[in-house]
């Protein structure tokens, strides 16, 4: 449990590797109070969804103009929102709010579906009219 984060400038916070030997389970980390300071973001990498936790209590003065600062590398920044902890062995005080992020993909994958949806279209079509083009022996 860490009393207060303060972050100035670019900060950075990595919930671990995902090296086989680093360890395996949820990860947590518990503050009472996080400050992101005027023109600092927090980039918190490694994250996964499900196993690792970033709970700050909920009176922290600070957190609704924290979470506009932050972002999850691989999720969508504007995805970034609290919401209750899931209640289990792990936090029986229900003095804290989770901050979390929504995978969205990035508009590059959309467009990458896109493409290999034509493509695939394309040659399915060509494979039918020729088929349909070769006459019966």
Not at 61 to 82: C, M, N, P, T, W
Request: net charge negative; hydrophobic share 35%.
């Amino acid at each position: 449990m860490i009393s207060s984060l303060v972050v100035e400038g670019k900060g950075a916070l990595d919930f671990g590797s995902e090296d086989s030997d680093y360890g395996h389970g949820p990860r947590f980390l518990l503050l009472d109070d996080l400050v992101i300071g005027n023109n600092s973001t927090l980039q918190i990498s490694d994250w996964q969804d499900g196993r690792d936790h970033l709970l700050v209590r909920k009176y922290s003065q600070h957190l609704e103009d924290a979470l506009k600062k932050i972002e999850f590398l691989g999720y969508d920044r504007s995805s970034v929102h609290i919401k209750a902890p899931h209640t289990g062995d792990y936090h029986k005080d229900k003095d804290y709010w989770e901050i979390s992020a929504t995978y969205v993909p990035e508009p590059a994958t959309y467009g990458g579906f896109l493409v290999a949806g034509t493509v695939s279209l394309s040659l399915l079509r060509r494979r039918l009219k020729a088929c349909l083009g070769r006459s019966p022996a």
